[in-house]
């Protein structure tokens, strides 16, 4: 975590000294956007201690790989600022040491937990993880969430070819006789497939329309189901309109070969 401006923690921060603290970025940018923080102080209701800022560190996403959402950020933001353990203390006694290797880090855990034992008898070391695992079980929940979503895709994805497909097939049954009649006097193959076709771009025309004013109605509620990409997002929305496309145009190939081949002889003989 770099120190990009001003100073980190040193020997002068000591309790009884000046309480000071590091913001991050975004702090910065949302209390003195475009001045010099370094000398500030600020005020929080956590400790009631007005603190001197004495350096900008970089922003880190300490609550999880997304950012937190906040209504007065342009984007996303997620505020953060450091007290020196000589001034602040312990907090609620629970402390979380942070350990690079070059090595196995779970190869570390058992000197880990000798260290401490040697420094502090009694301190319980509760848990011993890698940055990795740590990731993984953060991810756990969002990959069966996209898991979940992927199969209610798919499953959609099905519901939607095949209603399109029942819809236009029993349409080309009900006008069995009028598309017979209308080659009898001359009509193409082009044009009575383009016209089941036509058909089947309308259905999914109408189906895209509702759901697009659906994202954008239901917009707070699948915000947070979503990772670097907005709700109204218009290259996602195109994405799944041209998918919603392609699902109707092949489903509609199915009923519109049947029309093509309608016999004009057989189609007078249907009751």
Known sequence: MPIELGRAFGPEDVPGSEAVAIVDRDLVRFLWPGENPIGRRFRTSESGLWLTVVGVAGDVDLMGYADL???????????????????????????????????????????????????????????????????????????????????????AIILAGTGVYGVLAYGVARRTREIGVCVALGARSEQVVSDVLKRGIGFAAAGCTLGAIGALAA????????????????????AATVLIAAVAIAA????????VRISPVESMRVD
């Open 69 to 155: 959402q906040y209504p007065y950020c342009a984007g996303t933001c997620d505020f953060e600022y450091y007290r020196p353990l000589s001034q602040a203390g312990f907090g609620g006694g629970l402390v979380t040491f942070v350990l690079r290797t070059p090595g196995d880090p779970a190869a570390l855990a058992p000197t880990v937990r000798e260290v401490v034992r040697a420094v502090d008898p009694e301190a319980p070391v509760t848990r011993v993880a890698t940055a990795m695992q740590l990731l993984r079980e953060e991810l756990d929940q969002e990959r069966f969430v996209l898991r979940l979503v992927s199969l209610f895709t798919l499953l």
């Open 219 to 238: 917009h707070r509620l699948i915000r947070g189901l979503l990772y670097d990409i907005g709700p109204t997002d218009p290259v996602a929305l195109a």
């Open 252 to 259: 509609s190939l199915g009923p519109a070969r049947r029309a």
